[in-house]
Each structure stands twice: as C-alpha cells, then as structure tokens.
C-alpha cells in the first residue's frame, strides 16, 4: 500500500488498509528492496513468464513438511509528512518471534513494537494465553488471560502466529501462501544467488496481480470500517507492491519482503524462516497466574472512564 500533511485519523485508517493489502501478500525479506514500478497508463509491458529456476523452487518448497518452525517478522511503515522532522514519517509497527508446531498446533509467539511495548502469546491445546503485565497489578498477581482461539484471532491484531500454526498442518502445504502469490504474480525478474545468515539462496523479484476486494460483508470488517477504509485508499491514491522471495535450494522460503505503497505510504513486511524441525514444547502459563477472558472485561471496565 500528494505530499500534503496526514491527520492521526488519516494515518490509522491507512496503517489499517495497508493491513488488508498486506494480507493478501506473503510477509518478505531484509535483503535490498526492489523499485516498485507503478503499472503504465498506456498499453501494457510485456510480463516475463516464471523462470524455470523458481518453478523448480515452487515444486520443491510444495513438497516440504516441517514439523515445526521459527519465524521472525517484522511491519515497518514510513509516509511522507511536511510537518514531521525530516519530512517522514517512520513507525515500527511490530516485531514478532514466532515458534509454531504443526500437529498439534502449537505456538510461543513474542512481538515488540517501536515505542518498546510487547506481547507474549501462547497457544496450548486450542487455547491462547496472553501475557498482560499490567494486570499484575490489578488481580493479584495474575498477568495471563486464557481465551479460546476464535476469540483471539477475532479481538486480538497479534494473532499471526496463532494463524500460522493453524495453516501449518499435515493436511496443508505449510508455505501455500507464498506458493500461492508466486503463481499469481507476473513481471518476474531474478535476483541472482546471495547468501542470507550463511545459507546460499537464489532470489526472485515479483509483482502480484491486482487483488479481488473482497465482498461486501466478508472482509471482517463493519459497513462503516469499509467505507471509511476505502474512502482512505481514494484520499491516498494508487497502490502498487512488489514481492522479493530467497530461497534456499532445498525449496525453503528463508526470506521474502513484500513492498506496498499507498501514496505517500510505503510498508514493508518481512519475514525470515530462522529454523524448521527443532524440538517445540509450548507449556500453558501457571494456572495461579492466570485470569479468564470475562475477568479481563470486568478489570478493563473499571479502568475505564465513564
């Protein structure tokens, strides 16, 4: 996902767009960040076809079956302000270590932002635990909060690790995602072999077709979200995004970073594959130290001003 100043509101509703653009594309790497190319007002460029490298890659990365593995992910937005120091605007807007197991879904996920606040999440046995250090202050002592996984991923904006670790199962190619964008990319250019973290990789530079919005209703969001979402998108402009994947010669996805401007925005996700089959034991938190979803309402209503 015009140079004029952007308004809080402005700001959040298009970190909230930028979201939905960058749920439609799989997170990419920390390598060097491709030019986005805005799509020709004229007729339209040629696409290069799939190289038979990448394709041999594809194949290989759909036959992978990890057991577990170890993700860190970061969400980095920067927009054009007059008013800000520099002209810019630059936010971290996460950092995340995910740990996620396959069968049975398992995952320890730690997320940090740049203002320095963080989150520590747990799913167990078709539960999430979520560590809220506040709390310690307010219910003796019991900084957990327990809730199913359907609340979770429903109320809660952290819950990728969560996501992954339902997607990655036996029955589901664990990278079908990134598979997936690559077959629905076009304009492909290779990158060339590098080298990530000692590990040898050839990369790819894409960009993904346009996406279908989504139906009326289906998006997960209100009538009045999408309205205001899409209102946003037309203040902000054109949105273009570009793909980078490297990956490993056994067909590993080890690093991709997915570029999206949105006028004057521009956010970048990234996703490193830090290790795959190690040994995961994700254990429930003390049932001493925790509180259920209903008792973190009733401490959340007291705090509250009325």
């Not at 759909?62 to 605007?89: F, Y």
């Not at 995910?98 to 730690?110: F, I, K, M, S």
């Not at 205001?228 to 067909?251: H, N, P, Y």
Request: glycine share 8%; charged share 20%.
């Amino acid at each position: 996902m015009p140079s004029r100043p952007i308004t809080l509101r402005t700001l959040s509703l298009s970190l909230a767009l930028c979201g939905v653009l960058l749920a439609s594309v799989p997170a990419s790497s920390y390598a060097a960040e491709a030019p986005v190319v805005p799509p020709s007002s004229g007729s339209p460029a040629p696409s290069s076809p799939m190289p038979a490298a990448l394709a041999e890659l594809v194949q290989k990365m759909s036959e992978l079956r990890p057991s577990t593995a170890r993700l860190a992910l970061t969400l980095d937005l920067k927009a054009q302000d007059p008013k800000a120091p520099g002209g810019t605007i630059n936010v971290l807007m996460s950092g995340l270590l995910a740990e996620v197991g396959v069968e049975p879904p398992a995952a320890a996920v730690t997320t940090s932002s740049g203002a320095g606040s963080g989150e520590k999440v747990r799913l167990v046995h078709g539960h999430v635990y979520i560590y809220m250090p506040f709390l310690d202050r307010f219910d003796g002592r019991r900084p957990w909060v327990e809730m199913s996984e359907a609340r979770y991923e429903r109320d809660d904006a952290a819950g990728v690790g969560v996501a992954f670790a339902r997607q990655t199962n036996a029955r589901v190619d664990p990278f079908a995602s990134v598979i997936a964008e690559i077959d629905d990319s076009h304009d492909f250019r290779e990158l060339g072999p590098s080298d990530v973290h000692g590990q040898a990789v050839t990369g790819f530079a894409m960009t993904p077709l346009p996406s279908t919005p989504p139906t009326p209703g289906q998006s997960g969001l209100t009538a009045k979200q999408e309205a205001e979402l899409q209102a946003a998108a037309r203040r902000l402009g054109k949105s273009t995004s570009t793909i980078e994947v490297f990956i490993a010669a056994d067909g590993l996805p080890v690093h991709t970073r997915t570029t999206v401007t949105l006028g004057p925005i521009a956010t970048v996700a990234s996703e490193e594959v830090i290790a795959t089959d190690f040994p995961l034991i994700v254990a429930p938190p003390p049932a001493r130290q925790t509180i259920g979803f209903r008792a973190l309402r009733k401490i959340e209503t007291k705090l509250t001003p009325k």
